[in-house]
């Protein structure tokens, strides 16, 4: 008898700067981490434009030093 294991995919969220195709302005943006890539979260809106962010790409992240 086999057993398989899966592994659940991980997301973790975390604050970030999300650059807008629309206005060419980086906004601040919640990023979500899956496995090595990082994306703007589906749903969010430019804060200066009001267009999608889901196209955008992550520029810089938050961390603590």
């Known amino acids: ?11 973790s969220e975390r604050k970030g700067f999300v650059y807008c195709y629309l206005c060419t302005h980086t906004v601040e ?5 899956q496995g090595k890539s990082a994306r ?19 520029v810089r992240l938050e961390q603590a030093a």
């Open 1 to 11: 008898m086999s057993v398989s294991m899966k592994t659940a995919a991980v997301s």
């Open 29 to 33: 943006a919640q990023v979500v981490w």
């Open 40 to 58: 703007a979260k589906s749903g969010q809106k430019c804060s200066r434009c009001g267009s999608s962010l889901d196209a955008g790409y992550v």
